[in-house]
């Protein structure tokens, strides 16, 4: 059945009552929906923030929350407590996803994952098979909440002789939580800029989103094999490229900005610089805190971000973007037909339908960024071109990196950087879906001959 035919007929009768009839992928997208909607609702309240929030600044902020994002028309430094605890718990229930949230809560009651949920929980996590999911939902919250902890109390070794006890334990707690999903949101209105130069700051929440972004199927596999001759062939591509990017990367920012005044050429000591070469080169893979100007980086630092947002990090993980393992695929498929040869990956063949997946996702990417652009640049013309594409491809990477014009966009701008916040949180997850659970009629055709190239 169609996604048109069961939004004309959305219930289906079942001895227990009615259900909605949605598919995994849907029932995410309207999840992440209404989180959005809920969390706006109460980031709107008076006793949420210091100034009056308008509907759209709120449901802005909460969307750019629930998505991992971190693109703000409001600062963080403007809401209260309260507010700012709405964003840490819309930042980790979207971070982790909401199913794994209802799926752990069923397992602590001592219930059985029911199978419809099984696969909610699945296309949550990006697992393609049903074993052992139980055990992963619990690796998955209790891995995410000992490393933010962890996070945390290293940070407060920083912050708390600085800001006091409470101010720097919060301070700690919720760039903690925040780095680890890759969400951007910093208390500070310059993100991390002030701790440029201090190597706790910088190392930690860096090491937060980058374990973040290896994907919860990686870590399983690390804490499982526990030797890399015994590791799938997707937690050795994960790791070596995520090192890999980050390093080649590292250097290009380091060449690129060095002696930039407004960057890295303002910093006085070589540690100085090279920390904030390290952090810039790895927060585009989704993690949205920086530690200099981004509006003032030159435009080829500015490409190579866009670059690094658009391949984000690894599957299943709490980073967006294309995933590292479809840019690494692709990679893999151009050298070996320029070789002539089958697609390999350390001693094994990559699979057609991983091909196909691969192609299909970067390609939807490129369409999804693509609109986003054109329509920005039909309501914002007036800002720079290189502004909007930077903006577009933050927002589909759920990155939150942005040239500063977030909150200079018109009304329907920031409205399509929210769908597009939405789709590219859940939309790789839909399409991986749908190319993982279709099926393939018996019936063949002739092969057609078109030229390439």
């Not at 079942?14 to 309207?30: D, I, K």
């Not at 802005?60 to 430094?77: C, I, N």
């Not at 054109?374 to 013309?381: A, H, N, S, W």
């Not at 930077?390 to 589909?396: G, H, P, Q, T």
Request: glycine share 10%; proline share 3%.
């Amino acid at each position: 059945m169609s996604f048109w035919q069961r939004l004309s007929r959305p219930w289906r009768h079942t001895p227990h009552g009615r259900v909605l009839r949605l598919s995994p992928p849907e029932t995410l997208l309207l999840g992440f929906t209404l989180l959005c909607l809920i969390g706006g609702g109460l980031l709107r309240l008076p006793m949420a923030a210091t100034v009056t929030l308008d509907w759209q600044e709120a449901l802005f902020t909460a969307t750019s929350a629930v998505t991992v994002t971190g693109l703000a028309v409001v600062d963080t430094s403007a809401f209260t407590p309260f507010g700012q605890v709405v964003l840490l718990a819309l930042i980790q229930i979207g971070g982790l996803g909401f199913m794994t949230f209802g799926a752990l809560t069923l397992l602590l009651l001592g219930a059985r994952l029911p199978l419809q949920q099984q696969n909610l929980v699945r296309e949550a996590l990006g697992e393609t098979s049903l074993g052992e999911l139980s055990q992963l939902v619990r690796l998955v919250v209790a891995f995410a909440v000992l490393v933010e902890a962890v996070g945390a109390g290293l940070l407060a070794l920083h912050w708390v002789p600085e800001l006091g006890w409470s101010r720097g334990l919060w301070a700690s707690l919720f760039h903690a939580v925040s780095a680890f999903n890759n969400a951007g949101f910093s208390l500070w209105h310059d993100s991390l800029t002030r701790d440029v130069g201090t190597p706790l700051v910088t190392l930690v929440v860096s090491s937060l989103f980058i374990v973040g972004g290896l994907g919860f199927v990686v870590i399983s596999d690390i804490r499982e094999k526990r030797h890399w001759g015994r590791f799938s062939m997707q937690t050795k591509i994960v790791l070596c490229a995520t090192l890999a990017i980050n390093l080649v990367a590292m250097a290009a920012m380091a060449a690129l900005e060095w002696h930039n005044p407004a960057t890295l050429g303002g910093l006085e000591s070589l540690g100085d610089k090279l920390q904030a070469a390290w952090f810039q080169a790895v927060t585009p893979r989704t993690a949205g805190f920086n530690s200099v100007d981004t509006a003032a980086m030159s435009d080829a630092s500015s490409l190579l971000t866009m670059l690094l947002m658009f391949i984000g990090g690894g599957a299943s993980s709490t980073a967006s973007g294309i995933k590292l393992t479809t840019f690494i695929v692709l990679l893999l498929v151009a050298r070996a037909f320029l070789r002539g040869t089958q697609p390999t990956a350390y001693g094994r063949a990559i699979g057609e339908q991983t091909v196909m997946k691969a192609v299909a996702v970067a390609l939807a990417g490129v369409a999804l960024v693509f609109v986003t652009l054109l329509v920005l640049c039909i309501t914002d013309g007036r800002l720079a071109f290189l502004d909007l594409a930077f903006e577009s491809v933050s927002a589909f990477g759920t990155v939150g990196l942005s040239r500063g014009i977030t909150n200079e966009l018109s009304l329907p701008g920031q409205w399509m950087l929210m769908l597009t916040m939405l789709l590219g949180r859940v939309g790789p997850l839909s399409l991986g879906y749908f190319l993982a659970t279709r099926r393939t009629r018996g019936m063949r055709y002739a092969e057609g001959h078109i030229q390439i190239g």
